[in-house]
């Protein structure tokens, strides 16, 4: 009851906000600041956006006594990560148009685009309609984009999985009619009700997420999320999903209350209709015991440690109506993008194009935008977003893979991702620097060059051929997935990590920390003898975080 009554400012904001709409018209109407009330830069992120500032220039801006450089970042909605190669293109000149014009491709299988000031926020969000894209409940206390294993080849009934990123999306939407009558101009009809049965008026605790993976491959993180779902397929036949839940990776530096989290497994339904059902409840359990009080403690993680999961299994199967069959046998075997070309089963083609750390733009060696954008124009390929930042040119067939082969080649596209080492294609950052309000270190910007420094370490002990994970975040936040990794890197201060190991390849153990605060001298002297000793003393065929975490997680 006390946590009832102590909600944070943000459940206030929620259920006083009429449906999300707060007073964003009114702010975008304000031209005399390029920031949003303070109350509404809560209620933009349900609609799939953040404001953010550029903080590279504040110190200058400050002196100069100007208002910070606000700019917002909308993010799409995009279940399972599948466009078409006209909305490509659409997106190709929207960001041109109304953005920074880098397309960045994020690790939940959607884009963003950043630098969007407030007077372009509606003509953005207008342009993506147009492209039948939307960016609703992107962002915000409710169920994000729903990711599913990216590529095709990889089983036989990907698409009769890949459907149940967009069935649980729709599921999870919000039935406020907010972002139409903002954005979209959609008049407001004064005396129509918006019964939400799933979110009522106060939505989530905070953020949910959902993924799907279909084994061997985890490529997705599955148990990272809040609800992982793994299909169970024999003999080419989908069977169910073994449900997991409670995964989440943001913690806070200093706070021992909170910390990553893999989600626990609690069984196996056989059923559309029953998975449906499962995934809707959990987030009912979680909207009415999730912790109001303290948003660092919001997450569903921390409510099935207070409940247990025996004890959620048991509310969970109360709701559903129906008993959890005992979880199936499955095995993970990577969590890797198949880079070049693969073909599956019926004979169309899909070139995984390495895109470091998701950001496409055309650079001096690498016009990466300018060849999606003419491969696009041909109209012979889709794309896919995977989990790990990378985009899939797919659904090619057999007579129109010549051409699009033709065009990575020209633009050397092929021979980019042919000559990436392991480690950076298995490598990833968030955004953090200059957007990010959250990041106390470098990332993304930084990650590329401090790779270039490990690599000649992976050389002297002939282990560039390894495909170890590593992963960078500039805040322990945990949105490039670090604490999930073989090697993590997590901001403590500009230039300063700490330092994590013993992640497992596959995705099913977290890292520990191993030292704090290191700068990147330190860094690269500690990797230097972690890798020295691995090479002496691994067995055969030991993964770098096997042998981390026997070695010095263990052995402590």
């Given amino acids: 009851m006390k946590e009832k009554n102590n909600l944070s400012p943000v459940e206030r904001i929620k259920t006083s906000s ?20 303070e109350d509404d830069q809560s209620l933009i992120k349900f609609h799939g956006m953040y404001q953010q500032d550029d903080r590279d220039r504040r110190e200058e801006r400050s002196a100069k006594k100007l208002e910070w450089l606000y700019s917002f970042m909308i993010r799409l909605r995009l279940p399972g990560g599948l466009i078409t190669p006209e909305q490509w ?61 990216a590529h095709p080849g990889q089983s036989a009934i990907h698409e009769q999985v890949f459907a149940f990123a967009d069935k649980i999306s729709t599921l999870a939407l919000p039935k406020t009619r907010a972002y139409y009558e903002i954005w979209l101009d959609e008049e407001q009809i004064a005396d129509r009700k918006e019964e939400d049965p799933l979110y009522q008026d106060r939505y989530l605790p905070r953020k949910f997420k959902i993924a799907i993976a279909i084994p061997p491959n985890n490529d997705v993180d599955v148990f990272t999320n809040d609800i992982g779902l793994i299909a169970v397929v024999e003999n080419n036949e989908l069977k169910g999903f073994n449900i997991a839940a ?22 196996f339904v056989d059923t559309e209709e029953k998975v449906l059902k499962a995934v809707y409840e959990i987030m009912t359990i979680q909207r009415d015991n999730g912790n109001r009080a303290d948003r660092k403690l919001a997450r569903l993680k921390y409510t099935i440690d207070r409940m247990g999961v025996d004890g959620l299994k048991e509310e969970l199967e109360k709701r559903c109506g129906f008993k ?12 890797k993008d198949q880079y070049g070309w693969q073909q599956n089963h019926a004979g169309n083609w899909f070139y995984t194009v390495f895109v470091e750390n998701g950001r496409v733009l055309d650079e001096e060696q690498l016009p990466l935008k300018t060849a999606l954008y003419e491969i696009a124009q041909t109209g012979k390929a889709n794309f896919r977003f995977t ?31 042919e000559r990436a080492g392991a480690l950076r294609k298995n490598a990833m950052a968030c955004v953090a620097f200059n957007t990010c309000p959250l990041a106390l270190a ?5 990650l590329p060059s401090l790779i270039s420094k490990i690599e000649p370490l992976l050389e002297k002990y002939n282990l560039q051929e390894e495909e170890i994970t590593l992963r960078m975040t500039g805040c322990p936040n945990g949105c490039g997935r670090s604490p999930a990794a073989e090697i993590g890197l997590i901001g403590t201060a500009y230039g300063e990590y700490n330092l994590h190991i013993g992640g497992d390849r596959i995705g099913e153990r977290l890292n520990t920390k191993y030292k704090d605060s290191q700068n990147e001298e330190q860094l690269l002297q500690t ?30």
Wanted: negative net charge; hydrophobic residues 35%; aromatic residues 6%.
């Fill in 324 to 335: 959890l069959e005992p979880a199936r046998p499955y095995t993970f075997a990577t969590r």
């Fill in 246 to 267: 409670g995964g989440g990776l943001s913690a806070t530096h200093g706070n021992a209350a909170t910390y990553p989290r893999l989600a626990s497994m609690l069984g």
């Fill in 442 to 446: 470098e990332a993304q910007r930084y």
């Fill in 387 to 417: 989990g790990n930042q990378n985009v899939i040119l797919s659904d090619v067939r057999d007579e129109d893979k010549p051409l699009v082969d033709e065009l990575l080649e020209k633009f050397g596209i092929a021979g980019h991702t």
């Fill in 89 to 149: 293109l659409g997106i190709h000149h929207v960001a041109g148009e109304h953005s920074t014009g880098v397309i960045k491709i994020t690790t939940r299988q959607t884009v963003q685009l950043h630098g969007i000031l407030k007077s372009h926020i509606k003509p953005t969000i207008q342009a993506f309609n147009t492209l039948n894209l939307d960016s609703i409940a992107a962002c915000g206390d409710v169920n994000r984009n729903v990711m599913c294993s």
């Fill in 18 to 37: 009429d449906g999300l709409r707060g007073t964003l018209k009114e702010s975008l109407h304000d031209q005399i600041t390029g920031a949003i009330r």
């Fill in 527 to 556: 990797l230097d003898e972690l890798f020295h000793t691995y090479v002496n003393e691994r067995k055969d065929s030991e993964n770098f975080g096997d042998f981390a975490y026997q070695k010095w997680i263990q052995g402590k």
